[in-house]
C-alpha cells in the first residue's frame, strides 16, 4: 500500500489549506485513517483520524478549525485546515491502518509527509 499525501505550502495566519492522501495498492481494504504532524523539534502528533464509518477524532489544539474527511470509492484522506496559525506549521504525514488481504492482518502506512508553514 502507498500513500501519497499532497496539499501543503506556504499560508499566511488565518488562512487555509486542504491536504490530500489517496491510498493506493492492491488486494487491501483501508481501515482507519489518520493525519499526523512533527513540527521541528518535536515528537509527531496525532491531528485527526477518521473510521470507514466516518467517525472522527481529534486534537484539542485543531478541534474546530481542521476537518478531517475521506471518500472510501477513492481510498483518500482529506484535512481541511481553516485560521492556521504559525503553531500549525509542521510536516503533515497521512497513515493508514490497512486490512491486507493476502496476509489476513492489518498494518500500518505511512505516506511521505508534506511541509505545511503558516508565516507572513
Known amino acids: 500500500v502507498q500513500l501519497q499525501a499532497s496539499g501543503g505550502g506556504l499560508v499566511q495566519p488565518g488562512g487555509s489549506l486542504r491536504l490530500s492522501c489517496a491510498a493506493s495498492?492492491?488486494?487491501?481494504?483501508?481501515?482507519?485513517m489518520r493525519w499526523y504532524r512533527q513540527a521541528p523539534g518535536k515528537q509527531r502528533e496525532l491531528v485527526a483520524g477518521?473510521?470507514?464509518?466516518?467517525?472522527?477524532n481529534y486534537a484539542d489544539s485543531v478541534k474546530g478549525r481542521f476537518t478531517i474527511s475521506r471518500d472510501n470509492a477513492k481510498n483518500s484522506v482529506y484535512l481541511q485546515m481553516n485560521s492556521l496559525s504559525p503553531d500549525d506549521t509542521a510536516v503533515y504525514y497521512c497513515?493508514?491502518?490497512?486490512?491486507?488481504?493476502?496476509?489476513?492482518?492489518?498494518?500500518?502506512?505511512w505516506g511521505q509527509g508534506t511541509q505545511v508553514t503558516v508565516s507572513s
Open positions: 477518521i473510521t470507514t464509518g466516518g467517525i472522527t
Open positions: 497513515n493508514a491502518n490497512a486490512y491486507i488481504l493476502v496476509r489476513r492482518r492489518y498494518e500500518d502506512y
Open positions: 495498492g492492491s488486494d487491501f481494504i483501508a481501515n482507519v
